[in-house]
């Protein structure tokens, strides 16, 4: 079946600007996490949607950043007013298991690479 | 906190075995997961150990886990060129809430001939 997607693939947006970001989770999948990528800094986690409970936000940076999903499927992630710091590539998971519920693989997208002029 | 930990680059030569290590703080921790990162895509599972667990061995894989050390390492046997990527350890952990995976900074590994 399919896996996760991303898109776009790839945006370039100057600073100030607003970009979304989406994701299409593998279907069935409970949870599903948003990462970020930044050039030797590993995987940074942003936030984590867990079935119909609130998602946790922990790992957002400042209030710029916002996700939904949506009919706990499909996931937006939007940044406000970019900064050049933003510039990355944006990761979404998705994964049958709620986290901590044992063994739980995690389905990774290839990623959007945003730039930020 | 929690914290994984790994050294931030390998190279070897075709044919060697590759030993990436990786060491983590949480004593709870579970599931130990290795991912493998190709230029341009997402994470893939590559293998996982379960705590209880030292040894787990996947045809070229071998993950040893030293639980004591909190310790854990991904032998590659015979490396090819294909194996070049950035190797990702992450750990989960079991608890009553959610609990999302720490992964730490990658290892990339660089297989020349």
């Known amino acids: 079946g399919a896996g996760v997607s991303q898109s776009p693939s790839n945006k370039v947006t100057e600073k100030g600007k607003d970009v979304e970001l989406r994701c299409d989770p593998i279907?069935?999948?409970?949870?599903l996490y948003w990462y970020r990528q930044s050039l030797g800094q590993g995987l940074e986690f942003l936030i984590y949607f867990q079935g119909n409970s609130a998602p946790d936000k922990s790992g957002l940076p400042s209030d710029r950043f916002s996700a939904e999903r949506t009919g706990g499927s499909v996931s937006t992630l939007t940044i406000q007013r970019t900064q050049q710091e933003d510039s990355a590539v944006y990761l979404c998971a998705s994964s049958l298991r709620l986290a901590g519920e044992g063994y739980n693989e995690q389905f990774f997208g290839p990623g959007t690479r945003l730039t930020v002029l | 906190g929690e914290d994984v930990e790994q050294s931030l680059f390998l190279s070897v030569r075709e044919g060697d075995s590759s030993v990436i290590n990786c060491t983590y703080t949480?004593?709870?921790?579970?599931?130990l997961y290795w991912y493998k990162q190709e230029p341009g895509a997402g994470l893939q599972l590559l293998t996982y150990?379960?705590?209880?667990?030292d040894m787990k061995q996947d045809q070229r894989l071998t993950v040893l886990l030293n639980k004591k050390d909190k310790h854990l390492s991904l032998r590659i046997a015979d490396t090819q060129t294909g194996d070049s990527a950035i190797y990702f350890c992450?750990?989960?952990?079991?608890?009553?809430?959610?609990?999302?995976?720490?992964f730490g900074r990658g290892t990339s590994l660089i297989v020349h001939p």
């Open positions: 992450a750990e989960g952990a079991r608890s009553g809430g959610s609990y999302i995976p720490t």
């Open positions: 279907s069935g999948h409970t949870a």
């Open positions: 150990i379960f705590s209880n667990m």
């Open positions: 949480d004593s709870s921790s579970t599931y």
